[in-house]
């Protein structure tokens, strides 16, 4: 992939008023290929790069680094003495040697944990990925996954956490109720809890309706047969963004993003006039046809794809 370093190249989340650093992963980076004249991102989902070491786990972390991706995320949880684990699931009983809800521990009671996968394997805390990423040009995506309102004692101790990285971070969440507590902290919603294109859901699934236009919405025009289908998405777009108008990205599921293409609307296009960038996720290791996915994904304006497989996801992008 010659000719497609990044150099000094804008960090992909730039927007007046914030200050990234430019990605910088060298000539050729197959993780930040230019296509169709744009810059394009891959993000590491949980720090997963070539699949040999347990994802959200710091040799995950130090292999993304060495590599120099331009983007890895991290999925956090707070532990009830407000402690920040780096963990996906809500129950350790799958994942990990301990049992119960992750909630329920303490930093202590965290500490001795192992990964299943490989019991050599500690969990870890957001403040030793802070310190694996620092010095580095790669983007700290943070999934935050508490629901429940968050507390000023732990807004701010996620600023401090992420403070020496604060040039190169993003943090995402469903739960934009928590987001906008956050202060001088480059912010993406996932607006999967308001709209989403999603099938065979169960009952407990919000929203609860499927609109006019194949996406379950709540809203009243989601319902009105008299708007026209760009009507509708670009007034949602815009009532999503009033949620969280500081927002500098959305992440948005792959067939939404998909869903919203069939109906002639590019939501990246859409989002760009806001000064809002796209990303896309997740893109499996088992996508059967990964190039004519990302050549879909990119024709509808998505800037970011977040993948479990980004080397595949390279290879397949130098195609295009």
Known sequence: MGGHGI????????RPGLHCRAVDT?????????????????SCHSATLSGRHVPNSLQAVDECVTARVPRLEIDVRFLADDAMLVFHDGRLDHETTGTGKVDTLDRVAAAPLRYRQDERVRLCFLEEVVDRIRGSNTVLQVDLKLMRPITQARARALEAALQPVRSHVLVG??????????????????????????????????????GLHGLWDDSPLAANPRVA???YIESRVGDLRGILPAAVEWMVDIPTIEHIASLGVGLGELLGRYGVSLAGWTLRSGEPDMARLLGRLYRAGVRTVITDAPQAAGDAAATL
């Open 7 to 14: 150099g000094n190249a804008r960090c992909a989340l730039s």
């Open 26 to 42: 060298g000539d050729g980076s197959p993780f930040a290929p230019v296509i169709y004249g744009s810059r394009r991102l891959f």
């Open 173 to 210: 969440s469903q739960a934009h109720w928590n987001l906008r507590h956050l202060r001088g902290l480059p912010l993406a919603l996932d607006p999967t809890l308001e709209w989403h294109s999603e099938g065979g859901r169960h009952g407990n699934v919000v929203p609860r309706v499927l």
């Open 229 to 231: 289908t760009g009507e």
